[in-house]
């Protein structure tokens, strides 16, 4: 008795790994059967880097939150791309206004602006003028201006970079660098690679 036992055991765990796996595979099949068909879910449509709407000859005002003119953007063609949510415009010319009034022209051969207005891109002859402001006492912020091939400006925190070279002039003074970073609330200028300057010293006042 005792030996056939053993044979029995023996015999058992010898064919468990097949009987195991014939389990699993007749559990995976009661599965497929028995399990509902998913719903199929269309795949997602890819939108194409086609423009939705074109303009021409167009200009648009902004104004913020309490109906001051905030800017002025006109351009000869505009096109809005949907995948992108970004609008391209030939020929761009932008006027803005900043909270103390203080105007900013910017131009170049074509731009490319944001949703709401808040970057913009230069690209070819790209040029950025800050007029004077004889207001800010007791030193008047001088005129300044940006030029060079591509500008990235962000509206909202008054910054302006590039990666490829700009030319700036301040009043008198003049600077060029391969790359820049303009911070116009922190007053900071940063420019790097091959960095030129011509400062021109102010007229002392008269005793």
Same mark, same amino acid.
């Given at each position: 008795?005792?030996?056939?036992?053993? $044979?029995?055991?023996?015999?058992?765990?010898?064919?468990?790994?097949?009987?195991?796996?014939?389990?699993?595979?007749?559990?995976?099949?009661?599965?497929?059967?028995?399990?509902?068909?998913?719903?199929?879910?269309?795949?997602?449509?890819?939108?194409?880097?086609?423009?939705?709407?074109?303009?021409?000859?167009?200009?648009?005002?902004?104004?913020?939150?309490?109906?001051?003119?905030?800017?002025?953007?006109?351009?000869?063609?505009? $096109?809005?791309?949907?995948?992108?949510?970004? @609008?391209e415009i030939d020929a761009i010319r932008i006027r803005s206004f900043d909270t103390q009034g203080r105007i900013t022209n910017a131009s170049a051969l074509r731009g490319l602006t944001n949703e709401?207005?808040?970057?913009?891109?230069?690209?070819?002859?790209?040029?950025?003028? $800050?007029?004077?402001?004889?207001? @800010?006492?007791?030193?008047?912020?001088?005129?300044?201006?940006?030029?060079?091939?591509?500008?990235?400006?962000?509206?909202?925190?008054?910054?302006?970079?590039?990666?490829?070279?700009?030319?700036?002039?301040?009043?008198?003074?003049?600077?060029?660098?391969?790359?820049?970073?303009?911070?116009?609330?922190?007053?900071?200028?940063?420019?790097?690679? $091959?960095?030129?300057? @011509?400062?021109?010293?102010?007229?002392?006042?008269?005793?």
């Amino acid at each position: 008795m005792t030996h056939r036992w053993f $044979r029995f055991w023996d015999g058992l765990l010898l064919y468990l790994p097949a009987m195991l796996m014939a389990v699993l595979a007749l559990g995976s099949y009661w599965l497929v059967r028995t399990t509902p068909p998913s719903e199929s879910v269309p795949a997602p449509t890819l939108r194409s880097h086609a423009p939705d709407y074109l303009m021409y000859g167009f200009s648009i005002e902004s104004f913020d939150t309490a109906g001051r003119l905030r800017s002025i953007v006109k351009g000869t063609q505009a $096109r809005h791309y949907p995948d992108t949510l970004w @609008t391209e415009i030939d020929a761009i010319r932008i006027r803005s206004f900043d909270t103390q009034g203080r105007i900013t022209n910017a131009s170049a051969l074509r731009g490319l602006t944001n949703e709401d207005g808040s970057e913009v891109q230069l690209l070819g002859n790209a040029l950025v003028v $800050r007029d004077a402001d004889p207001s @800010t006492r007791p030193e008047p912020t001088p005129r300044m201006q940006y030029k060079g091939e591509f500008l990235h400006a962000f509206i909202d925190t008054e910054i302006v970079k590039s990666h490829l070279p700009v030319e700036i002039e301040r009043g008198n003074d003049r600077f060029s660098g391969n790359t820049m970073a303009f911070d116009n609330i922190a007053q900071t200028l940063k420019l790097e690679g $091959r960095v030129r300057g @011509t400062i021109v010293p102010k007229k002392s006042k008269a005793p």
